[in-house]
C-alpha cells in the first residue's frame, strides 16, 4: 500500500528519539531507509508516495557498548515499548512493539551481519547475536554492506519531523543499499520480492541523476574476497533479472577493469 508517511515518520522519531544516546552506534536500514533518501544531499526531489514501512530496522555490527545509565533495551521498555519473542525459544527473534496500541502494525527490530557458514559448531543455525545486554540481534547475510559506508540524515530536514529537536541519524549508501536488496532477492518470497523491488525502485528514483557515481562506488568491494564474490553475484544475478547490458566501466587498477552495469541501476527508471 502506498500513500503519504506521516504517521510512519513520527513512530520512526519515536524510536530514535528515545534510543538517541545510541544513533552512532546503530545505522537505519529496510523500508525507512529507502524514505529518507528523499531527505539525501544528493537525492532529487519526487513528488510522489511511496510504499508504506511499519518497522524500523537498526543495524549494528557487534557488540554495543552501554552508554550512560541505561541500555537500549531499557529505553525503550521505560519508553513504552514491549519487547516480544518470536520463533524459536531457545533464539527467538526479539520485536519491539509500541504497548498503548493493541495488536500494532508497528515494531523495532535489531539486526547483525551474519557471517561464516551461518552454523554453530553444535550444528545448529547461527541466528542471534547478542548485542548488548538484554538485547538480541537477527545475523543476516550481507548486512557488512550497508555498512561499509553510510550517510548521514537530519530529521530537521523531514517536513513532518522538523517541529521536532533534531537529530541525526546514518542510513547505508544508496549504492550498497541497492546492491543488498538484489542480493537477498532470491531468499524473498512473492510478497517479500514486491516490496524489495518497491525500494530498490524508490532508492533509483532519489538518485537517477547519479547513476554513474552509484556504480563507480562499488569499486571498494573488491579488496575483499567475500564482498567481491558478492559483487560478481550482484552482477550475475542483475543480468539474470533484468536481461540488460547496459555498461560503463569502471577501472579498479591498470591490470584490472571490471564492468559496472549502469543500465542495472537505471531498469526500473
Known amino acids: 500500500m502506498i500513500q503519504k508517511m506521516k504517521d510512519e ?21 529496510g523500508g525507512f531507509a529507502s524514505l529518507l533518501y528523499r531527505f539525501h544531499e544528493e537525492a532529487t526531489q519526487v513528488d510522489s508516495h511511496y510504499l508504506i514501512t511499519y518497522d524500523v530496522d537498526l543495524a549494528a555490527e ?7 545509565d541505561n541500555s537500549i533495551h531499557d529505553l525503550l521498555e521505560k519508553a513504552g515499548f514491549e519487547c516480544k519473542l518470536l520463533g524459536n525459544f531457545e ?29 554453530k559448531r553444535n550444528g545448529k543455525p547461527d541466528l542471534i547475536e547478542t548485542i548488548q545486554k538484554d538485547l538480541s540481534a537477527q545475523k543476516l547475510r550481507y548486512l557488512d554492506l550497508l ?18 529537536p533534531d537529530l541525526i541519524v546514518r542510513i547505508p549508501d544508496p549504492s550498497m543499499y541497492i546492491m543488498q536488496k538484489i542480493l537477498i532477492l532470491k531468499e524473498r518470497g ?16 532519489c538518485f537517477r541523476k547519479h547513476l554513474k557515481s552509484l556504480a563507480g562506488r562499488y569499486e571498494v568491494l573488491i579488496t575483499n574476497q567475500d564482498w567481491k564474490r558478492w559483487y560478481f553475484n550482484f552482477l550475475r544475478l542483475s543480468h539474470d533479472l533484468f536481461r540488460i547490458y547496459l555498461f560503463s566501466e569502471i577501472s579498479f587498477n591498470p591490470l584490472f577493469s571490471i564492468p559496472i552495469s549502469s543500465g542495472v541501476l537505471s531498469h526500473f527508471l
Open 147 to 164: 555498512m561499509k559506508s553510510t550517510s548521514k540524515v537530519h530529521t530537521s530536514s523531514i517536513s513532518d519531523l522538523q517541529e521536532q
Open 91 to 119: 533464539e527467538p527473534i526479539v520485536k519491539y512493539y509500541p504497548t498503548e496500541i493493541k495488536e500494532s502494525k508497528y515494531y523495532v527490530e535489531f539486526l547483525s551481519p551474519l557471517s561464516g557458514s551461518g552454523t
Open 190 to 205: 512473492p510478497t517479500g520480492q514486491n516490496k524489495e523491488y518497491a525500494y530498490i525502485y524508490q532508492t533509483l528514483t
Open 9 to 29: 515518520m513520527q513512530f520512526l522519531y519515536r524510536v530514535l528519539d528515545t534510543i538517541q544516546a545510541y544513533l552512532q552506534d546503530i545505522i537505519l536500514i
Open 62 to 68: 557487534g557488540k554495543i557498548p552501554i552508554r550512560g
